[in-house]
């Protein structure tokens, strides 16, 4: 490395990742930090004291991505709309920019690589999809001979940490949230995590890696988890399930001579042998399925201080070694370009699956009968009917595995057990992926 010059590095943020992108390139001779922006830049940080004494620090991201002494930008702060205008004005200004920003890279993804191709510098994000998991240089590269047939991905740490904990200890819901807010998984407001829009995010970027097809978060069939129960964890561990929540997308087919993407998030049931169903707690995995590898699952920590700066400076380091080898341009590191093959989003009733679903029914005689009627009218079989004990206040819990039926029909009979008198409600549906 010597004799050649460090290459100089602005951070916009310096909150959790930012510390640990701080720690691991400390003492680095072939980069350093040298300007941040942060939004209280009053706040007194003790390991920036401690390993960046000559940093500049301020208060303004927009100086930062354009100040001529910064030669790369790391943006670590987040936000959508504002951290694409910092980006955007750094890559204009002829910067490489590595992000982590999940959120922004699934809205603006588009808009931000057409600037980077258009200025030729490189724009990564690894650590925006599953932070310490290399996800985003696997795709681009080692499997780029692939064709991709399916993925699914169990993408936030937070929902897998509360079913977990509600599968093995029987906590409910609410307890359940409670500690993986205690335990620092979880963001004060977990509207993003439990209502599944995280994963969505992450599900978008790996969808155009995957498949070469843009799919927003807006179009996507988006259910989280807030409605599954402890019941719900316990009745299917009985039938031999785990309850995870899962980003899925997969060829799904032809339909007027157009292939058809099936791109969703939500809870499923998951097979105890499917090797999804054994990643537990705050862990992270995507099972990919390649035309020529098979099946590949990646497995780790996808959030927290150092893995996810450790897929933040693994693109940091990539970029500064190409810089000081003199070989930095946009198409080196650029992502596969959209497919020539537009696919169709699979319409959400042609999705097809077997469901899981338990009403919570007034315990008078017929009312399985009836159930069935409504079945066998939607064109619904089913491959069991359990009863599930009578609560004191005289409802019971009945639960119907369906055989693999097509979305609009299992739709139609919750619509008409949502009409029947006899049942006090659909308390859950979950489809299972088989
Ligand atoms: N945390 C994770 O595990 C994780 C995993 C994967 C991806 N990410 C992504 O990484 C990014 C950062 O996450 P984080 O958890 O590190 O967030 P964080 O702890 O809230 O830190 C955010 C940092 O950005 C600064 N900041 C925010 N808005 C700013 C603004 N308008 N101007 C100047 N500075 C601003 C904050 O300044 P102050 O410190 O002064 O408030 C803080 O230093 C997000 O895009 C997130 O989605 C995080």
């Known amino acids: 490395m010597s004799g050649k010059t460090a290459i100089r590095l602005g951070l916009i943020g310096c909150g959790t990742v930012g510390r640990g992108v701080v720690a691991l390139l400390a003492n680095r001779p072939d980069c350093q930090i040298t300007h941040i922006a942060v939004r209280s830049p009053e706040k007194h940080r003790d390991f920036m004291a401690e390993e960046l004494p000559q940093a500049t620090v301020c208060q303004d991201p927009m100086a930062v991505a354009t100040h001529p002494d910064v030669d790369v930008l790391v943006e670590v702060a987040g936000g959508v709309d504002t951290a694409e205008g910092w980006m955007t004005a750094a890559l204009k200004a002829g910067k490489p920019v590595v992000t982590a920003n999940k959120d922004c890279m699934a809205t603006h993804g588009h808009t931000l690589r057409a600037c980077a191709e258009q200025h030729n510098v490189p724009l990564l994000y690894e650590a925006a999809v599953a932070a310490g998991i290399p996800l985003v240089a696997p795709l681009k590269t080692s499997l780029a001979a692939n064709r991709i047939t399916r993925l699914a991905g169990i993408l936030n740490g937070t929902c897998n940490y509360m079913l977990t904990r509600m599968a093995q200890e029987g906590w409910g819901y609410s307890h359940a949230l409670e500690q993986a807010q205690a335990k620092g998984f979880a963001e004060a407001d977990p509207t993003n995590d439990v209502g599944g829009k995280d994963t969505a995010y992450k599900l978008s970027i790996l969808t155009r890696l995957a498949f070469g097809q843009s799919v927003s978060v807006d179009d996507m069939l988006l259910e989280g988890i807030t409605t599954i129960t402890d019941t719900d964890m316990q009745l299917a561990d009985e039938f031999g399930f785990a309850i995870k929540l899962l980003g899925i997308a997969q060829s799904a087919g032809e339909a007027l001579d157009v292939p058809n993407l099936d791109v969703r998030v939500h809870p499923v049931l998951l097979a105890k042998t499917h090797p999804l169903a054994s990643v537990a707690n705050e862990f992270n995995a995507l099972w990919v399925q390649g035309h020529a590898v098979g099946e590949l699952m990646f497995y780790g920590r996808g959030a927290g201080e150092l893995p996810t700066a450790s897929g ?80 004191n206040d005289g409802h019971a819990n009945i639960v119907l595995m369906t055989q693999m039926h097509m979305e609009g029909q299992c739709q139609q009979a919750l619509e008409a057990f949502n009409a029947c008198e006899t049942i006090e409600s659909v308390a859950c549906m979950l489809r299972v992926l088989d």
């Open 312 to 391: 933040v400076c693994g693109d940091v380091l990539s970029v500064v070694a190409a810089m000081q080898g003199g070989a930095l341009s946009h198409t080196a590191f650029a992502d596969p370009a959209l497919s020539n093959t537009p696919m169709a989003l699979l319409p959400v009733n042609d999705i097809a699956s077997r469901y899981y679903i338990r009403l919570v029914t007034q315990d008078t005689p017929g009312v399985v009968g009836t159930i069935g009627t409504i079945c066998g009218n939607a064109g619904l079989s089913l491959e069991s009917v359990i009863q599930q004990g009578v609560t």
